[in-house]
């Protein structure tokens, strides 16, 4: 515990909740943000106070946006016949980097883990049902590959069972410039298992 009446102690404590951020780098966070101009500081706070007004769930996929449809949504370019489920917003953010998917996502906001009570009645699925009872034609599931994101695209899988939407599984296996011997068993099976002729 930081003292009282400590101020960068307190901020540096406040920055290291923060995912992947430890001591260290919060203490450097906390020197950079004490090193600019006071106006900075003053807008990042404002910036952290505002932000829960500011941020809503789109309505229709769940996604961070300042508007009731996010901007995925409101895209009339993007496909409305394929939707891409992810577990939450920055799975969303990677997939949209990488620039090779153009249709619309659903944002579970967590995945199924029974041990943790988190059952399907906890996850927006449906949503996603009702959203899919238009022209969707097919669903991609792009969930972690880990127990609770298995469990939750055959959960998906089985939804869908009786549907004419089809449901369909990221690829997995080796990442590009991945050495094999430091590559895990159940990623080795999924590479083979997915093995294409070249």
């Known amino acids: 515990m930081r003292p009282a009446g400590d101020p960068i102690g307190e901020l540096v404590e406040l920055l290291s909740r923060l995912p992947s951020i430890g001591e260290r780098t919060a203490t450097r966070l906390a020197f950079h943000i004490l090193k600019r101009e006071p106006e900075y500081a003053k807008a990042l706070g404002q910036a952290l106070t505002d932000i829960h007004e500011r941020v809503i769930r789109c309505e229709d996929c769940g996604n961070y946006g300042a ?60 949503a996603l049902e009702k959203r899919c009872e238009s022209d969707v034609e097919e669903i991609v599931v792009a969930t972690p590959l880990s127990v609770e994101g298995e469990a939750t695209a055959l959960y998906i899988k089985q939804v869908f069972a009786e549907s004419k939407v089809q449901v369909s599984r990221i690829a997995s296996g080796v990442p590009h410039g991945g050495e094999l011997e430091f590559t895990d068993q159940v990623t080795l099976g999924r590479a083979f298992a997915g093995r294409k002729q070249i």
């Open 67 to 126: 508007e009731a449809k996010c901007k995925i949504c409101s895209d009339i370019r993007r496909d409305p016949k394929i939707i891409c489920v992810v577990a939450q917003v920055p799975d969303l953010v990677a997939i949209e980097r990488s620039g090779t998917f153009r249709g619309r996502y659903h944002v579970l906001h967590g995945l199924l883990a029974p041990l943790d009570g988190v059952g399907p009645d906890r996850l927006p699925l449906d």
